[in-house]
Nanobody, 124 residues
């Protein structure tokens, strides 16, 4: 059974940090990504990591504050979030695909598997 299980969300004050985890199981993936969805807004891409070359990608609004990484031994992807701001408040989703693809990594339709989401709330 293929699973992506997120954890690590919570409530934090502005300027604080959180680390989200996404434990993957059931198959091998080529690309992982984090998306988020705030109330009343569409789901948006946050960051992505490709196993081929270990390349990372970030949405402009999180560059320099968020870091995506992967622990091979644990088959877990992380999103380290620093300098959090109230506008980062959202449900964060981990996504993955076993398919190699080129082009924009932020297209949610590229991803076949999704986690259940974890809430991140940043207070001002």
């Amino acid at each position: 059974q293929v699973q992506l299980v997120e954890s690590g969300g919570g409530l934090v004050q502005a300027g604080g940090s959180l680390r989200l985890s996404c434990a993957a199981s059931g198959r091998t993936f080529t690309t992982y990504a984090w998306f988020r969805q705030a109330p009343g807004k569409e789901r948006e891409y946050v960051a992505a990591f490709t196993l081929s070359g270990g390349i990372t990608y970030y949405q402009d609004s999180v560059k320099g504050r968020f870091t995506i990484s992967r622990d091979d031994a644990k088959n877990t992807v992380y999103l380290q979030m620093n300098s959090l701001q109230p506008e980062d408040t959202a449900v964060y989703y981990c996504a993955a695909t076993p398919v190699y693809f080129t082009g924009y990594v932020g297209n949610p339709k590229r991803y076949d598997y999704w986690g259940q989401g974890t809430q991140v709330t940043v207070s001002s």
